[in-house]
């Protein structure tokens, strides 16, 4: 365990440290406001809901993202550190076995106590006290400073499982529940053909390299930077959209099972996919349940919630295929992030949600996260940091595979184009779609 590093006077700091503790204390302030603007409209009853062990209850979420503060910060470095208690540790660590014991995944839906008024008091403790921790003068700050960046971006990746374990669980009740009220955006637009843009290929760069032309953070998975080469290759201008997968759906691709692959089929048939999750038809006419409530499906807007399997189906029906994941971020370039994310409105100091589903005419961000054909593995170089927070990305590279471009459940901080979010192929929970490549010539 690290020990505490000594105080010293705060007067002491340059100010390129001031501006950096400055920046990151924002930070922390706007990331911890946002988790409870989102749990603002939940009862008690919502934020114990567990609808299957890749979900968790909000509360669960909460308390977990305030336990990491706590455990890697302000327990190894604040020698008069006090968890309110100390059983905390085993109800809400997640997978980091360095870290002690931890209670089962599948049960914490069933955490009852300490109750939403305990944790809420549980963050306030924890907020206050590593606000003490940045405030003051210590010789290990910059260390502190990186740990709390760490921090927070771990909690914006729970912000998006928090409302996307919510839909999954809201979606099991007949009364189909609105979390946040319909913003009054027309429900329907009008699908138009996809493009192709070329690209030439050859000798690229990828992932993300820490250097003042790709200043501010990214996660240990994301590095080094590296070389890889790409055939000449064409990406489409748009995610695919509801309307495109209708026409999948309507040609029999969920029963044509040349289009997929071994493990995709007998997943689709053991689990009786016949649509994207969350659909059904009504009147004749498809209808998703949404953050937003039951909304008809917009034709127009890129298709939501479907597994990787899926999505590799229907690339070969329109006689593509899935991007690698060394060709999107190429492809996106210099693309500015701009996007339907989750946080719109609070670079204008407002704590209002964007959309929350998916809207048409977006590009390379937001709305929709895309799937690659990429396994999640470690790139040339890679090494995971010593200890604990070695897990975090590391022990998953096998299985699973990558995705790219955040949604509308992903908060805007945490996008940049060398983000490499991952998922098992089968998974669809998550606002998981996709966009079209094919070869050149």
């Given at each position: 365990?690290?020990?505490?590093?000594?105080?010293?006077?705060?007067?002491?700091?340059s100010p390129?440290?001031?501006?950096?503790?400055?920046?990151?204390?924002?930070?922390f302030?706007?990331?911890?406001?946002?988790?409870?603007?989102?749990?603002?409209?939940?009862?008690?009853?919502d934020?114990?809901?567990?609808?299957?062990?890749?979900?968790?209850p909000?509360?669960?979420?909460?308390?977990?993202?305030?336990?990491?503060?706590?455990?890697?910060?302000?327990?190894?470095?604040d020698?008069d550190?006090?968890?309110?208690?100390?059983?905390?540790?085993?109800?809400?660590?997640?997978y980091?076995?360095?870290?002690?014991?931890?209670?089962?995944?599948?049960?914490?839906?069933?955490?009852?106590?300490?109750?939403?008024?305990?944790?809420?008091?549980?963050?306030?403790?924890?907020?206050?006290?590593?606000?003490?921790?940045?405030?003051a003068?210590?010789?290990?700050?910059?260390?502190?400073?990186?740990?709390?960046?760490?921090?927070?971006?771990?909690?914006?990746?729970?912000?998006?499982?928090?409302v996307?374990?919510l839909?999954n669980?809201?979606?099991?009740?007949?009364?189909?529940?609105v979390?946040?009220?319909?913003?009054?955006?027309?429900?329907?637009?009008?699908?138009h053909?996809?493009?192709?843009?070329?690209?030439?290929?050859?000798?690229?760069?990828?992932?993300?390299?820490?250097t003042?032309?790709?200043?501010?953070f990214?996660?240990?998975?994301?590095?080094?930077?590296?070389?890889?080469?790409?055939?000449p290759?064409?990406?489409?201008?748009?995610?695919v959209?509801?309307?495109?997968?209708?026409?999948?759906?309507?040609?029999?691709?969920?029963?044509?099972?040349?289009?997929?692959?071994?493990?995709?089929?007998?997943?689709?048939?053991?689990?009786?996919?016949?649509?994207?999750?969350?659909?059904?038809?009504?009147?004749?006419?498809?209808?998703?349940?949404?953050?937003?409530?039951?909304?008809?499906?917009?034709?127009?807007a890129?298709?939501?919630?479907?597994?990787?399997?899926?999505?590799?189906?229907?690339?070969?029906?329109?006689?593509?295929?899935?991007?690698?994941?060394?060709?999107?971020?190429?492809?996106?370039?210099?693309?500015?992030?701009?996007?339907?994310?989750?946080?719109?409105?609070e670079?204008?100091?407002?704590?209002?949600?964007?959309?929350?589903?998916?809207?048409?005419?977006?590009?390379?961000y937001?709305?929709v996260?895309?799937?690659?054909?990429?396994?999640?593995?470690?790139?040339?170089?890679?090494?995971?940091p010593?200890?604990?927070?070695?897990?975090?990305?590391?022990?998953?590279?096998?299985?699973?595979?990558?995705l790219?471009?955040?949604?509308?459940?992903?908060?805007?901080?945490?996008?940049?184009?060398?983000?490499?979010?991952?998922?098992?192929p089968?998974?669809?929970?998550?606002?998981?779609?996709?966009?079209?490549?094919r070869?050149?010539?």
């Open positions: 365990m690290t020990h505490a590093a000594p105080l010293s006077d705060t007067g002491s700091r390129a440290e001031t501006d950096r503790i400055t920046a990151i204390t924002a930070l302030e706007a990331t911890r406001a946002r988790s409870r603007a989102l749990v603002a409209p939940l009862s008690p009853e934020m114990m809901l567990q609808p299957m062990q890749d979900a968790s909000a509360k669960w979420h909460l308390a977990h993202t305030t336990w990491f503060f706590e455990e890697f910060i302000l327990k190894p470095r020698p550190y006090r968890s309110p208690d100390d059983r905390f540790a085993f109800l809400f660590n997640s980091y076995v360095q870290a002690g014991p931890r209670h089962a995944r599948d049960k914490r839906g069933l955490i009852s106590r300490p109750d939403v008024a305990d944790v809420m008091a549980y963050r306030t403790h924890v907020e206050q006290a590593l606000a003490a921790v940045l405030r003068g210590r010789d290990d700050a910059a260390e502190i400073a990186d740990l709390v960046e760490l921090g927070c971006h771990h909690e914006m990746q729970h912000q998006e499982l928090l996307t374990d839909l669980g809201l979606s099991y009740n007949p009364l189909l529940p979390y946040q009220a319909p913003d009054g955006t027309p429900a329907k637009g009008e699908n053909p996809v493009t192709y843009t070329a690209h030439a290929g050859g000798l690229v760069e990828m992932g993300f390299d820490g003042a032309a790709q200043a501010g990214a996660y240990d998975c994301e590095m080094p930077r590296h070389k890889t080469y790409l055939a290759y064409q990406i489409a201008d748009r995610p959209s509801n309307g495109d997968w209708i026409a999948f759906m309507e040609a029999g691709g969920y029963a044509d099972q040349t289009l997929w692959l071994m493990d995709g089929w007998a997943c689709a048939q053991r689990e009786g996919w016949d649509a994207p999750l969350y659909w059904w038809q009504q009147d004749g006419e498809w209808w998703s349940y949404t953050l937003r409530g039951p909304m008809p499906v917009d034709p127009a890129p298709v939501v919630h479907v597994s990787c399997y899926e999505a590799d189906a229907f690339a070969r029906w329109a006689g593509a295929r899935l991007p690698t994941e060394a060709e999107w971020e190429s492809a996106a370039g210099d693309t500015p992030i701009r996007g339907n994310f989750l946080d719109a409105g670079d204008d100091g407002a704590e209002t949600l964007g959309a929350l589903v998916p809207r048409a005419g977006g590009g390379m937001g709305d996260w895309e799937w690659t054909q990429s396994p999640f593995t470690p790139y040339p170089g890679f090494r995971p010593e200890g604990a927070i070695g897990e975090y990305n590391g022990k998953f590279m096998v299985n699973q595979f990558v790219r471009g955040g949604s509308c459940a992903t908060p805007r901080a945490q996008m940049r184009p060398s983000y490499r979010t991952f998922f098992y089968h998974q669809r929970w998550q606002m998981l779609g996709l966009r079209l490549a070869d050149a010539g």
